[in-house]
């Protein structure tokens, strides 16, 4: 079923997606870097920015940048006054990504933070600043728990919180696993269930990118 799972995804690309030459080029120049193609699909790049306009996000947080292309699909759903912030440990991937938002003219809207982000995001939630709206989760597996701790304690009642890759061709059912990625989100997905201030889901995704999923938690108590 996969080559179908691509068709679809490219029809979609072809028939429906709006063309932006700016995030085309931020693949093709991080595929000449040798940045590696885990970059979310165009399909779900368009989810995203669905989900930061329908909740007027206007401040957004990223945990793992790569060449910056789901920053690009997110920061061209901000306002001017908007801001997203994106957690980048490679500095090589930071200065892709810093010249594909240079080129794509959000450079204003966009903060790239070089560093660990479970170095980063304490010095973050230390600066005061106002709770973000929405949360993108993309970067190690592993450490999916603490940033999910973190993202709570840097959101308000009505926050989304959206990680990537947590089904994992399905091998997020298996409670044995040994795989630290799978045993990072069933880590993760346990926090989401027992939390009272997040409800969430899990929805599984196919397509260009094979079998995965997103999960959705939303901040319905005070944080
Ligand atoms: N969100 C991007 C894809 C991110 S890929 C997109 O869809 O376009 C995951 C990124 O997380 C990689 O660039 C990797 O270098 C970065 N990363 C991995 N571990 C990290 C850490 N501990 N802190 C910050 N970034 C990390
Ligand atoms: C990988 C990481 C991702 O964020 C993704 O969407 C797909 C694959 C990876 O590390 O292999
Ligand atoms: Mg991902």
Redesign the pocket.
Known sequence: MRERWTAVDRYVEEDLLIPDLALDAALADSAAAGL?A???SPSQGRFLQILAQAMGARYILEI?TLGGYSTIWLARALPKSGRIISLELDPKHAAVAGANIARAGLTELVDVRLGKALETLPKLAAEGRPPFDLFFI?AD?EHIPDYFTWALKMSRRGSLIVV??VVRKGEVIESQSEDPNVRGVRRFIEMMASEPRVGGTVIQTVGV?GY?GFALALVSGAA
């Open positions: 590696p885990i970059n979310v793992g993309d597996k990537d890759n990118k995965d």
